[in-house]
């Protein structure tokens, strides 16, 4: 219960300290530890983690409670859970650590610090996207289910051995080949990989978001929960409906048709113009003025 108090009174402390002296040095802090209690939040928001979240101020305020009403029973019980609480939280947040530190990982600031340009590099991807997209179209109007995952700054290269190595040029009809129902390729994701089919029948990790419609089956659990933990962009099928959709950064976008499909997939796949001609004019300015 010491360790509580000390808490709460560093807090009490900061914020007395704050209003009292202001400096810029206070308002840099506290802003920032703002910032950081509300990433934590939407972290665990709508996930499993949540309820614990709430459980574990729940012990908080009640060691808190026990110590004003003179509970010394029900407060040493709290405290002795209070005193493993760093473990215990490391223990039952490890996949939101986790995946706060992969998202911290591959934000654009992080790719630039690390000289990374902000998408795939300037090839052109006209014709490999209008390969996917003619696939896609075709397989919606046949209601063959899909599922169709592009790798883009974030390895995924244990998803790549979990499947069969195809290491071939994207063409729709292979992609539909490999997708036809009784094949022994359809089941489970295709991969791409520096605009080759890299593997299929790869095994991807299911979201655990209780939010998700139970209208979505597997196939859409699987591409939600791949891009929940990479940057990958995860394209379906639905072979009930054949409703196309994309999966980015846990969020669903369906009903898409064949141009819609297009525009996506061409802004994400073009170049960052933006930071090609900054980095262009860093270099030029680099150079002495010929005479």
Not at 243 to 265: F, K, N, P, V, W
Request: proline share 3%; aromatic share 6%.
């Amino acid at each position: 219960m010491v360790q509580l108090r000390n808490f709460f009174y560093s807090i009490g402390s900061l914020f007395t300290n704050l209003f009292q002296h202001p400096d810029w040095h206070n308002v840099v802090d506290v802003l920032l530890l703002a910032v950081i209690i509300y990433q934590i939040i939407k972290l665990v928001m709508h996930t499993r983690s949540n309820s614990l979240f709430k459980g574990i101020a729940a012990i908080l305020v009640m060691a808190w409670l026990s110590g004003v009403l003179r509970l010394s029973a029900i407060n040493w019980l709290l405290t002795q859970i209070i005193s493993m609480g760093i473990l215990f939280i490391v223990i039952l947040f490890q996949p939101e650590f986790r995946r706060g530190l992969e998202q911290i990982g591959r934000s654009k600031l992080m790719r630039r610090m690390i000289g990374l340009p902000g998408r795939q590099n300037g090839e052109r991807v006209e014709d490999d996207v209008s390969e996917i997209v003619r696939a896609m179209s075709s397989m919606a109007r046949k209601k063959i289910g899909a599922l169709i995952i592009v790798e883009r700054h974030t390895g995924l290269g244990d998803v790549i051995e979990s499947g069969t190595r195809v290491d071939a040029q994207i063409s729709a009809p292979l992609i539909e080949n490999i997708f036809e129902p009784n094949t022994p390729l359809h089941d489970g994701a295709m991969v791409i990989r520096n605009r080759r089919i890299e593997a299929a029948a790869c095994i991807l990790p299911l979201s655990q978001d209780p939010t998700i419609s139970r209208d979505l089956g597997t196939r859409h659990r699987a591409a939600i929960g791949i891009t929940e933990t990479t940057d990958a962009v995860a394209l379906i099928v639905s072979e009930e409906t054949g409703i196309i959709s994309m999966a980015r950064e846990g969020r669903l976008t369906r009903h898409l048709d064949g141009r819609s499909l297009t525009i996506l997939l061409t802004e994400l796949f073009t170049p960052d113009q933006s930071m090609y001609t900054w980095l262009g004019t860093l270099r030029r300015e680099d150079q002495p003025d010929e005479q």
